[in-house]
């Protein structure tokens, strides 16, 4: 099956041109750096590659794990649907703010940040190895019950979701929208380096979970995006490894086994991001 993010590739490539066609029309810079743009793109294209090839191994860990399930969900109820949307939305919540809270896995999340521009282009600025490790926060759900093929198209469709947000060319929706829903506002607070935004606003659809569990902010000034130590490179190799090799650095220079630990497991907000 294929995944619902792969088939929706020409709808990402469509709108991309679009908004950029209208950032050059209306001189707003936003797709100034041709470089990064290119850059985003191809890194998205090798991230689809490389998730075809993860893909195999998450597959069959998500079928293990739907075997020993002592309870299947029907997939004929629309219950069913509407549950699985909330656990998913919720288990992406979780390995997003994870994601930045633990240098492991920030490793991987940092090549969407470490651009320093907001456009389309940025969402499909994906690391080409992160696959190797998310399975780890999506495998409860087909152990709960859910069938991996259901798994694959909800998740898929908040991921298509995600891609519209990342744009400057919409400000707010209506209060109740903002309230309940991630919207290109909240999440242009998530892109921002200001210290106010710094980890904030991980929702998928839902920002209701950020309100939750403490890690919301609202857009309340202009934010400056990137990484706190520009990556200033456009090589995609160096885009994928650069937070690796700057952990193994800092472990090296670390003299006891629990600093060095530390360094994978704690968080990149301390010193590496």
Not at 119 to 130: D, I, M, Y
Not at 198 to 210: E, Q, R
Request: proline share 5%; aromatic share 22%; with cysteine.
């Amino acid at each position: 099956m294929l995944r619902p993010t792969v088939l929706a590739i020409p709808f990402f490539a469509l709108l991309i041109a679009a908004e950029a066609l209208w950032a050059y029309w209306r001189q707003s810079g936003d797709f100034a750096d041709r470089k990064d743009t290119w850059t985003n793109i191809f890194l998205g294209f090798m991230s689809v590659v490389f998730g075809a090839l993860f893909g195999f191994l998450t597959g069959w860990i998500y079928v293990l794990f739907y075997d020993l399930a002592p309870f299947k969900f029907p997939a004929d109820a629309w219950w069913t649907w509407a549950l699985l949307f909330f656990v998913d939305d919720l288990a992406y919540y979780v390995f997003h703010r994870v994601s930045h809270e633990i240098r492991l896995f920030w490793n991987f999340h940092v090549v969407h940040h470490s651009s320093e521009h907001y456009n389309l282009s940025v969402a499909v600025r994906q690391s080409w190895f992160s696959g190797s490790l998310q399975w780890i926060f999506y495998a409860p759900l087909m152990l709960i019950g859910f069938a991996p093929w259901m798994f694959a198209l909800m998740h898929g469709f908040n991921l298509i979701y995600q891609f519209w947000i990342h744009t400057k060319l919409i400000d707010k929706f209506p209060a109740w929208i903002e309230f309940l829903f991630n919207t290109p506002s909240h999440h242009r607070v998530h892109h921002g380096v200001n210290e106010p935004y710094i980890d904030k606003n991980y929702g998928g659809v839902l920002i209701v979970w950020d309100r939750l569990f403490g890690s919301f902010a609202i857009e309340d000034e202009t934010p400056r995006y990137g990484i706190i130590k520009p990556l200033e490179s456009y090589n995609p190799l160096w885009i994928n490894t650069h937070g690796w090799a700057e952990m193994f650095e800092t472990m090296r220079q670390r003299r006891s086994f629990r600093e060095k630990i530390r360094c994978i497991f704690a968080s990149p907000n301390m010193e590496f991001k």
